[in-house]
């Protein structure tokens, strides 16, 4: 049985959430570096609903689809068709592509969604998507801050979660007592495909900082 699906809470959202303040909208991260987090969050999603999974038998290790139904929603579907129509690139290669348009593919899926509230424009500034609900919108990061207080690794998602945020070096910024050990520990109950997609999601923001400078 697969430890998610797609019907339960996205674990895209809930990163989408936690790099954004719960009350304007603002991001936390460079745009480059959520972009990046938010393509190994749908990747995570996928893996999760054991509908995308990695060959180890390649070097490097491919992604491909486990299913040949596309359903879901827009994004989703498009990213699942992507894989199944190119099951031969490595996560690397994915997180790059679908980097490029992630982030205004998942604010819109999230306005459409009544997660967030479209952008408003005052005078000469436009502001970002607002949450629409202030509550829901912190629930995620909530939930980790409880789990590193109790020390004790959350779900699956929220593992997938905590890892992402320490793939994408922001961690420490955005949990109140950030804990790279039990970070550590807590990724370490994933899968062994989660793991290296939360590895190859460090080494692209790695190499997205380095490009910067």
Not at 47 to 65: H, K, S
Not at 82 to 97: K, N, Q, R
Not at 178 to 190: E, S
Request: charged content about 20%; overall charge positive.
């Amino acid at each position: 049985m697969a430890e998610s699906d797609l019907s339960s809470p996205s674990l895209v959202d809930d990163l989408y959430f936690v790099l954004h303040d719960n009350v304007t909208g603002h991001p936390l991260l460079h745009s480059r570096l959520t972009a990046l987090a938010l393509a190994g969050a749908i990747l995570g999603e996928l893996m999760l609903a054991e509908r995308v999974a990695l060959d180890d038998t390649t070097n490097p290790e491919r992604l491909y689809a486990t299913v040949r139904d596309i359903d879901g929603d827009p994004l989703t579907r498009g990213v699942l068709g992507h894989i199944i129509a190119e099951p031969y690139h490595p996560v690397g290669t994915w997180l790059l592509f679908f980097a490029r348009t992630i982030y205004s593919d998942v604010t819109a899926r999230m306005i459409a969604a009544k997660l967030l509230k479209p952008p408003v424009k005052h005078l000469f500034k436009q502001q970002p998507a607002a949450p629409a609900d202030m509550n829901r919108a912190a629930w995620p990061l909530a939930r980790l801050n409880l789990a590193v207080q109790r020390r004790k690794p959350p779900e699956a998602g929220d593992c997938v979660l905590l890892g992402l945020l320490a793939a994408a070096g922001c961690a420490q910024r955005v949990l109140s007592e950030y804990d790279p050990r039990f970070a550590a520990a807590a990724t370490a109950t994933l899968s062994a495909p989660l793991r290296k997609l939360i590895a190859q999601t460090k080494v692209a923001v790695g190499q997205a900082v380095i490009s910067r400078r």
